[in-house]
C-alpha cells in the first residue's frame, strides 16, 4: 500500500508509525510513503495557505487555490480520503474495504485550521472520513490512525498471520474476551481455569461467551450491526 500525506506538517511523519509492527513494515517494504508540504503550493512568499473565512467568524480556512495545486502535484493520487469530523466515521468493516487491494493507493489530505475550502472536496472525488467524534486540531493524528489501521491488518504484519487479525474486536462481531498471560497467580488474582485446561472447545465456547457478554454490555449495537 502507499499513502501520499498532504499536510503543512510533514514532520510528522511517520510519528507513531516508525515504531512498532507497522514500524517494521514499513522498513520491509509492505507500506510506504510520500510527503506533500501543502506550504510548498502556498500562495505567496510568506507561505500562506490559508485565509479568513468568507461570511465571517472565527478561525481560518485552508485555501482551495493551495491544497488544489498541492493535490493535482500527487502523480498517482489514487483514492483522495479528507480526514473530517463530518465524515463517516472509519470502522474495521470499513479498513477491511480500504485494504482489500494490497497495492491500493490513498492520498490522505490533513486539514488545519478549521477545515479546507468546500471547493476542494466538490472538485475531487473525495471520500471524507471521520476518526470519532471528537475534534482534533488536524488531520494528522487521523492519518496516522487510518495508516496504523489499515497496515495492521496485513496477513505479513502481525506474528501469527490471517489469524492475529481475525480474532479481534469487532471482526468476531464483538468484542474480545478477557485476556491472560503467565503469571497464573498475581496478587492473588487466579487466571481462569478453563484457560489452563487445555481443553479447545471448552476455551473456544468460554471466550466466545465472555466475548457475547462483554459486547451486550457494552456495546449491544455490534450485535446486529457488524456479525460475520
Ligand atoms: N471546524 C471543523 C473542525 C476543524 S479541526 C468542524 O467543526 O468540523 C481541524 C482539522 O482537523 C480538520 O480539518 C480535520 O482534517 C482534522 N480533524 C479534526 N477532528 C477530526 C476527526 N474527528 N476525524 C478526522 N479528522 C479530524
Known amino acids: 500500500m502507499h499513502f501520499n500525506i498532504l499536510t503543512i506538517f510533514p514532520e510528522m511523519f511517520p510519528g507513531t508509525l516508525a515504531g512498532g509492527v507497522v514500524g517494521r513494515a514499513l522498513e520491509r517494504g509492505i507500506w510506504s510513503y510520500d510527503t506533500i508540504n501543502i506550504r510548498d503550493f502556498a500562495i505567496n512568499s510568506y507561505g500562506s495557505v490559508d485565509d479568513e473565512q468568507f461570511g465571517g467568524g472565527v478561525?481560518?480556512?485552508?485555501?482551495?487555490?493551495?491544497?488544489?495545486?498541492?493535490?493535482?502535484?500527487?502523480?498517482?493520487?489514487?483514492?483522495?480520503?479528507?480526514?473530517?469530523?463530518?465524515?463517516?466515521?472509519?470502522?474495521?468493516?470499513?479498513?477491511?474495504?480500504?485494504?482489500?487491494?494490497?497495492?491500493a493507493v490513498y492520498t490522505l489530505l490533513c486539514g488545519r485550521y478549521e477545515g479546507i475550502d468546500q471547493r476542494i472536496i466538490d472538485e475531487y472525488d473525495i471520500t471524507e472520513l471521520s476518526i470519532g467524534d471528537y475534534i482534533l486540531s488536524g488531520g494528522e493524528i487521523a492519518a496516522q490512525v487510518f495508516i496504523d489501521s489499515c497496515v495492521r491488518v496485513n496477513d505479513n504484519v502481525l506474528?501469527?498471520?490471517?489469524?492475529?487479525?481475525?480474532?479481534?474486536?469487532?471482526?468476531?462481531?464483538?468484542?474480545?474476551?478477557?485476556?491472560?498471560?503467565?503469571?497464573?497467580?498475581?496478587?492473588?488474582?487466579?487466571?481462569?481455569?478453563?484457560?489452563?485446561?487445555?481443553?479447545?472447545?471448552?476455551?473456544?465456547?468460554?471466550?466466545?461467551?465472555?466475548?457475547?457478554?462483554?459486547?451486550?454490555?457494552?456495546?449491544?449495537?455490534?450485535?446486529?450491526?457488524?456479525?460475520?
Open 59 to 103: 478561525g481560518m480556512v485552508m485555501r482551495a487555490d493551495a491544497v488544489g495545486p498541492a493535490i493535482d502535484s500527487v502523480k498517482n493520487p489514487g483514492k483522495i480520503i479528507y480526514f473530517s469530523p463530518r465524515g463517516s466515521q472509519l470502522n474495521q468493516k470499513m479498513v477491511r474495504e480500504f485494504t482489500a487491494a494490497p497495492d
Open 159 to 228: 506474528g501469527g498471520g490471517a489469524d492475529a487479525t481475525a480474532n479481534e474486536s469487532f471482526e468476531i462481531g464483538g468484542l474480545e474476551w478477557p485476556l491472560y498471560t503467565r503469571p497464573s497467580v498475581w496478587r492473588g488474582r487466579n487466571v481462569p481455569e478453563v484457560l489452563l485446561s487445555g481443553h479447545h472447545g471448552n476455551i473456544e465456547r468460554w471466550r466466545k461467551q465472555q466475548s457475547d457478554e462483554i459486547t451486550m454490555k457494552r456495546r449491544p449495537d455490534l450485535i446486529q450491526g457488524n456479525k460475520k
